[in-house]
């Protein structure tokens, strides 16, 4: 299924600021509710709520092919965590990738992102964002 791009830079600055973050080897994955995922909802054809996807990939990985090839890698991986999972609906997803994206392949970067996805509980049936285990709650 094609998703929708997060368009706007204010958008991405929110995710950066406010939402929810993992890291993995390839990836850094932000996530965030979407407040206009309602709106959203209704300009959808199929009355579905839909995740808004953006990708950041910086000049340091490389030249302007380089970025393009790890983009299409980040799709491709981020659609094959959603072919074989169920992610939850409504969300604003950045993924920034990170210099062993560059080498990695479509697998190993599904991997990542699906551990990821898993520990900020994106996954059908867990809670987000985690609970975190309070300070001195393991009797110390």
Same mark, same amino acid.
């Given at each position: 299924?094609?998703?929708?791009? =997060?368009?706007?830079?204010? @958008?991405? &600055?929110?995710? !950066?600021?406010?939402?929810? $973050?993992?890291? #993995?080897?390839?990836?850094? *994955?932000?996530? @965030? ?6 709106r959203l909802q209704k300009a959808n054809p199929e009355k579905k709520k839909l995740n808004r996807i953006g990708l950041t990939v910086? $000049?340091?990985?490389?030249? #302007?092919?380089?970025?393009?090839? %790890?983009?299409? =890698?980040?799709?491709?991986? !981020?659609? &094959? ?7 939850? $609906?409504?969300?604003?997803? %950045? @993924? *920034? ?13 599904? #991997?990542?992102? #699906? ?7 994106? @996954? ?7 609970? &975190? ?8």
């Amino acid at each position: 299924m094609k998703y929708v791009a =997060i368009g706007e830079n204010h @958008l991405y &600055q929110k995710a !950066y600021t406010r939402g929810a $973050k993992a890291g #993995a080897r390839t990836v850094v *994955v932000y996530c @965030l509710r979407d407040y206009a995922a309602a709106r959203l909802q209704k300009a959808n054809p199929e009355k579905k709520k839909l995740n808004r996807i953006g990708l950041t990939v910086t $000049k340091k990985i490389g030249g #302007a092919v380089t970025r393009s090839r %790890v983009k299409r =890698i980040l799709r491709e991986g !981020y659609r &094959q965590v959603e072919k074989n999972t169920p992610i939850k $609906k409504g969300f604003l997803i %950045v @993924l *920034v990738a990170r210099d062993a994206a560059v080498k990695a392949k479509s697998q190993d970067i599904a #991997a990542d992102l #699906a551990y990821a996805m898993r520990k900020l509980g994106m @996954l059908e049936g867990m809670p987000f964002p985690p609970k &975190q285990p309070k300070p001195g709650a393991n009797g110390r």
